[in-house]
């Protein structure tokens, strides 16, 4: 069975940092491009970043760029996200997702399985 | 950047009506749109990629159809766990997008 788990959200000042970790488990994590979507409360669903299998090939939203890094370790099984200078608009559920149907080395931005996310709230 | 828009922003219905929702793209978007659910704390399901294509798992009374810059969802009798949110989303062009949802409640 495939799982997600996000950690690491919580509330932090504006223009702080913060490291999301996602824990994967139930399907070959090496072989998988990953991604994190988020949720700011009441608001729809937005792709944040995007990482191949390898980790060689990073995608941003606009939004983020700059100040957000996605990067994974496959010894581990873990993808991370890495937030710095952060906004209140940063503020969301962030969801980590694996990309597919089934293993999908490269990013196509489509994502077949989901965490059930961890918040990050910026405010001071 | 290709937005994507929903209509109706919410639909009324009971169980065992039929919902269709739409979408559109603009600018034109191929065939790589695809559909999620969610509801109320849950993470987002994968119904429908590229389209017309059910997910693992979906039962066959959702269905995709669309094509160039009008898409459809359509549950053919919806079923009481069938009320949430409904987003299409697609992966054309870069960033990758979401239209705004479109919301499936209890008449």
């Known amino acids: 069975e495939v799982r997600l788990v996000e950690s690491g959200g919580d509330l932090v000042q504006p223009g702080g940092s913060l490291r999301l970790s996602c824990a994967a488990s139930?399907?070959?994590?090496?072989?998988?491009?990953m991604a994190w979507v988020r949720q700011a409360p009441g608001k729809g669903l937005e792709w944040v970043s995007s990482?191949?299998?390898?980790?060689?090939?990073?995608y941003y939203a606009d939004s983020v760029k700059g100040r957000f890094t996605i990067s994974r370790d496959s010894s581990k099984n873990t993808l991370y996200l890495q937030m710095t200078s952060l906004r209140a608009e940063d503020t969301a559920l962030y969801y980590c997702?694996?990309?597919?149907?089934?293993?999908?080395?490269?990013?196509?931005?489509?994502?077949?399985?989901w965490g059930q996310g961890t918040l990050v709230t910026v405010s001071s | 950047e290709i937005v994507l828009t929903q209509s109706p922003a919410t639909l009324s219905l009971s169980p065992g009506d039929r919902a269709t929702l739409s979408c559109r793209g603009s600018p034109r978007v191929s065939n790589y749109l695809a559909w999620y659910q969610k509801r109320p704390g849950q993470a987002p399901r994968l119904l429908i990629y590229?389209?017309?294509n059910r997910a693992t798992g979906v039962p066959d009374r959702f269905s995709g159809s669309g094509s160039g810059t009008y898409f459809t969802l359509t549950i053919s009798s919806l079923e009481p766990e069938d009320f949430a949110v409904y987003y299409c989303q697609q992966r054309s062009s870069w960033p990758f997008t979401f239209g705004p949802g479109t919301k499936v409640d209890l008449k």
């Open positions: 990482i191949s299998s390898s980790g060689d090939i990073r």
């Open positions: 590229d389209t017309s």
């Open positions: 139930g399907f070959i994590f090496r072989s998988s491009a």
């Open positions: 997702a694996k990309e597919g149907p089934g293993l999908v080395a490269t990013v196509l931005g489509l994502w077949d399985y």
